[in-house]
């Protein structure tokens, strides 16, 4: 019971050597009233048989639906290879590499992974992660703030197009630290920021513009002029981009004259499965000149004292367990697992199987298009490229229709009408390369019942 | 000794790739709308290696790390118990993984289910009123427990209240958490014995004090004994209290930190709850809090109505934190911890603290009977306890630095050490439970051999490691000569 391997002979030659009575003597020190008369709360133990019945019952219950959402987080088939060298225990059960000679695989790959990142990215450096693509955006504003010398106000352009989650994650995380938040409206018949709307800043003390491509609609931005138009004014870009994405797209270290200064995505794409909303991993990127202005655990090759290559943990100096209230963030370690998972995935896709991901996503996304603006009431909301992501509008209510297809197993995307009210009944819809033809006219021919249906009553 | 291994970049083949993982090509039609001055001219140069290639080589990096599967792992302050295999292996059947975070609630009413009775476990447990559990980390969930003790004050109007106490043997979390939260930081002396200091305290509370952070038992390994009179002086100065959960292994099943007076607690579930470390994260740093805090709580949060699981967001606690997540945190941590929770069981709950407490004392009896010395030996072991070794480095000029490294030649993956730093040349060990008796008698073994090394061929112990993939590492020649990415220019 409780994994404890000690036989009662050990237990009383323990405490002999100890020199108590029993194990209750050991928690003398803990004021009597103090102590837990029972925890009735805890339901009773299970075996391993027990729990594999329940659990394996609990996710039958939740169905295997057939699912066209994306809004941040992405469904791409994972190599084997990945969960099955990832689960090895010599790196599921390793702690942080604090004795480096001791961990020089997780160093190694993690320093593999700062190098695989930097060079998708087109940045010169990248951490060992953060949490999430959220909270890399926060902390990537949290970055700008100390990176921007010439910026007193801590003002943070953000578009309405990102992420509604990042941008609120954004606010939970710096607003204490006096960031202010300031959002970029859009053009509601094109789904993108335009660069004319920023003319208002001029003149005006900005530290940095947040700039997501593509962006939450999936459609792409004018990255070039809106980097060009913060760098004119000595803003500093962060660059929230889709890791897929970039095998395609211009990397954010190309955008504009100078290229992004800081660049930050969610790492879920790389080879980790949607679980729910997490374990995922943030990856965050920049210049040498800000690397010290970088939160996150970084990883460095040096010489041990043979004259040998190793990797070690570096640049600490920034970090909470040195600097304490002075530290860069409070992040502690990173998520390592998922960037051994990535880190494996990237390997075995490398940049011809990544760009052919992201090409079958987005071929798979215009066809999916392309059969549901077929069904009568439903049109794409904006003119202009997207990429593996768009928006519909529908001619009724999203809520009722997506609730009927999801009876017959169809998940039909993300129903924006909460989040975007001035875009009325807007759906978000997503094909990755997982989806077939026929899964797609599934999704076509049950939308059309469903929309005549309800057209009928 | 293991083989160092290449970098996966110098496997590198032009033409090469694991195509058997790939889609099929779509043709260049399909991206004929991307407009090409948004493309990349360039492809990444990420590596070419076929399938084998990769599985090789990740697989010898794994090789190079001791983890708690393969060696005994005391790492202090970490909890570095064994990860059932049951919790990994139940927490990624298919549905689970392959569920969207925005799936409707219909169809995710079984790992709700798990979510919502987590959160009642751990109320239990810990003897709070309301727990939340989207922060990912340690740290993640002492920066939502800070920022909801701003939101109180701010909401009493209390607008004064920015001072966060910290006793100076905290983990460096702790004043990095109150910066980000906005807070000022004000240190505090532990005694003698290694209780915070109640004079010191007193005389630190104001109408500034926003709440106090305290780890029980403390990052000495002791347990704070006045914790009811800290309670008394922090609440009647108008502060809350707030509990760092790094060493609940300690105390699980015998007292509960809500009992002790705290307010707002953080549970790091990859400690107690035995979730994997992952070679650093992911964790997840669950919440709870008592009745005053519970309107802030971070969102989202799992409820019930009747028979059906729901999630709680900005409509159900409109005076929420707010999102720390782009969704649910890291829901599959979650699920390895509700797995360990319920194969646990009350009782067995109760068993973890029993004998993470037996083993470290009865490791630290040993350790002292061999001649080592406790950096507390007034006082009892919780689950973890501090040898110094000042006595050694003074006599044999031989640091705690040098016996970690030796001991990792020795099998042993090192105690935590120099923390906390009050102590000098400190080891902090924490054997857990799942460890037998046999291997803490090995690890004793092990730290006696290196004494003896130490006094006859000092050299031994300073040189360490002998027996690992690279010698000690220079770190000053990391940080000045940054090589952060591989150029394959650069040497390698």
Same mark, same amino acid.
């Given at each position: 019971m409780a994994f404890i391997p000690h036989t009662e002979a050990d237990v009383a030659a323990m405490l002999a050597t100890i020199g108590v009575a029993g194990i209750e003597d050991l928690f003398d020190e803990i004021p009597a009233d103090l102590r837990v008369k029972s925890l009735a709360g805890v339901p009773p133990e299970l075996n391993e048989m027990q729990i594999g019945r329940l659990m394996t019952e609990r996710a039958r219950a939740d169905g295997a639906p057939l699912a066209f959402i994306g809004a941040g987080a992405y469904e791409h088939h994972i190599p084997a290879a990945v969960w099955a060298i990832s689960t090895r225990g010599e790196f599921y059960s390793a702690y942080t590499p604090y004795q480096a000679e001791a961990s020089q695989g997780t160093l190694q790959l993690i320093y593999e992974f700062q190098t695989m990142i930097a060079r998708l990215t087109g940045m010169e450096v990248a951490n060992a992660s953060m949490y999430d693509g959220a909270s890399a955006t926060a902390e990537a504003a949290l970055m700008a703030v100390r990176a921007n010398r010439k910026s007193k106000s801590a003002r943070i352009l953000v578009p309405t197009t990102l992420h509604p989650h990042y941008r609120r994650v954004a606010v939970t995380t710096a607003a204490n630290q006096g960031l202010k938040f300031e959002e970029l409206p859009y053009c509601t018949a094109e789904g993108v920021t335009p660069s004319a709307s920023l003319a208002r800043y001029d003149g005006q003390d900005i530290t940095a513009l947040v700039i997501q491509q593509p962006n939450f609609f999936g459609r792409l931005e004018d990255v070039d002029a809106l980097t060009d138009w913060a760098h004119a004014r000595a803003i500093l870009v962060i660059a929230v981009v889709n890791p897929t994405s970039l095998a395609l797209l211009k990397p954010p270290g190309e955008w504009g004259t100078r290229g992004a200064d800081i660049a930050v995505g969610e790492g879920q794409p790389l080879g980790v499965p949607l679980c729910s909303g997490g374990p995922y991993f943030g990856f965050m990127t920049t210049r040498m000149e800000y690397v010290r202005q970088m939160p996150g655990r970084i990883v460095g090759r040096t010489l041990d004292t043979a004259g040998r290559a190793g990797f070690a943990l570096t640049l600490q100096a920034r970090e909470q367990h040195i600097r304490r209230a002075k530290a860069t963030s409070n992040i502690c370690t990173n998520q390592g697992l998922l960037v051994t998972a990535a880190t494996i995935y990237m390997s075995l896709m490398g940049a011809r199987g990544l760009a052919r991901t992201a090409a079958a996503a987005h071929a798979r996304t215009r066809e999916l298009v392309a059969g549901l603006t077929r069904v009568p009431g439903v049109h794409l909301a904006f003119s202009g490229p997207y990429f593996h992501e768009a928006v519909l509008q529908l001619d009724r209510p999203v809520a009722p229709v997506l609730k009927s297809l999801s009876n017959r197993g169809i998940l039909g995307g993300l129903d924006l009408s909460g989040y975007f009210p001035e875009l009325g009944d807007a759906l978000l819809v997503c094909a990755t390369e997982t989806k077939t033809s026929a899964d797609i006219d599934r999704y076509r021919a049950g939308l059309s019942e469903v929309m005549q249906a309800a057209r009928a009553a | 000794m293991p083989v160092p291994e290449k970098l996966i970049f110098e496997y590198s083949h032009a033409g090469r790739g694991a195509s058997d993982q790939w889609p099929h090509d779509p043709g260049p039609a399909a991206l004929a709308e991307l407009p090409l001055t948004l493309r990349r001219a360039r492809p990444p140069e990420l590596p070419e290696v076929g399938e084998l290639e990769a599985v090789r080589h990740f697989t010898r990096l794994s090789q190079l790390n001791f983890s708690i599967d393969t060696h005994f792992y005391p790492l202090g302050s970490c909890t570095m118990k064994y990860n059932p295999k049951a919790c990994n292996q139940y927490a990624m059947l298919p549905e689970f993984l392959a569920r969207? /975070? =925005?799936?409707?609630?219909?169809?995710?009413?079984?790992?709700?289910?798990?979510?919502?009775?987590? %959160?009642?476990?751990?109320?239990?447990?810990?003897?709070?009123?309301?727990?939340a559990l989207s922060p990912m980390a340690g740290a993640h969930g002492e920066f939502a427990g800070v920022a909801m003790i701003r939101a109180y004050h701010r909401a009493r109007g209390d607008l004064e209240r920015n001072e966060i106490i910290v006793p100076e043997a905290a983990h460096g979390t702790n004043p990095a958490t109150a910066t980000?939260?906005?807070?000022?930081?004000?240190? *505090? /002396?532990?005694?003698?014995?290694?209780?915070?200091?109640?004079?010191?305290? %007193?005389?630190?509370?104001?109408?500034?004090?926003? !709440? *106090?952070? =305290?780890?029980?038992?403390?990052?000495?390994?002791?347990?704070?004994?006045? $914790?009811?009179?800290?309670?008394? *002086?922090?609440?009647?100065?108008? !502060?809350?209290?707030?509990?760092? !959960?790094?060493?609940?292994?300690? $105390? =699980?099943?015998?007292?509960? /930190?809500?009992?002790?007076?705290?307010?707002? $607690?953080?549970?790091? =579930?990859?400690?107690?709850?035995?979730?994997?470390?992952?070679?650093?994260?992911? !964790?997840?740093?669950?919440?709870g809090v008592g009745a005053r805090l519970a309107p802030f709580l971070p969102i989202p949060l799992v409820g019930k109505d009747g028979e059906r699981y729901r999630w709680l967001t900005e409509a159900d606690v409109p005076q929420s934190i707010g999102r720390l997540s782009a969704f649910m945190g890291n829901t599959g941590v979650l699920l390895r911890a509700y797995i360990y929770m319920r194969m646990l069981g009350r009782e067995g709950m109760q068993r973890v603290g029993e004998y993470a407490t037996l083993n470290a004392n009865y490791l630290l009896a040993r350790l002292q009977a061999a001649g080592f010395d406790a950096a507390y030996p007034q006082r009892r072991a919780s689950h973890e306890f501090i040898v110094t070794l000042k006595r050694q480095a003074r006599e044999l000029n031989v640091t705690a630095m040098d016996f970690a490294k030796r001991l990792l030649d020795y099998g042993f993956h090192a105690p935590t050490t120099y923390f906390p730093l009050l102590v000098p040349e400190c080891l902090l060990i924490e054997p857990t439970e799942t460890e037998s008796k046999d291997v803490l008698d090995a690890f004793v073994s092990a730290m006696s051999q290196i004494r003896k090394e130490a006094e006859q061929e000092p050299a031994r112990v300073t040189s360490a490691p002998h027996t690992m993939p690279v010698r000690r590492l220079d770190d000053v020649r990391a940080a000045r000569q940054l090589d952060l990415t591989w150029k394959p220019t650069a040497q390698s």
């Open positions: - | 969207h /975070p =925005l799936a409707p609630e219909s169809h995710g009413q079984g790992v709700l289910a798990c979510l919502y009775e987590l %959160q009642e476990m751990l109320k239990e447990v810990t003897g709070m009123q309301g727990v980000m939260c906005g807070c000022v930081v004000r240190e *505090i /002396p532990v005694d003698r014995l290694g209780d915070v200091d109640l004079a010191a305290l %007193q005389a630190a509370v104001g109408p500034s004090t926003a !709440g *106090i952070m =305290l780890t029980n038992p403390s990052t000495l390994g002791v347990f704070e004994r006045r $914790i009811g009179e800290v309670a008394r *002086i922090v609440h009647q100065a108008g !502060g809350l209290l707030y509990y760092d !959960g790094a060493n609940l292994n300690a $105390i =699980l099943g015998k007292v509960r /930190p809500g009992d002790m007076g705290f307010d707002v $607690i953080h549970v790091n =579930l990859h400690k107690t709850f035995s979730t994997p470390h992952g070679g650093g994260g992911p !964790g997840a740093g669950a919440v």
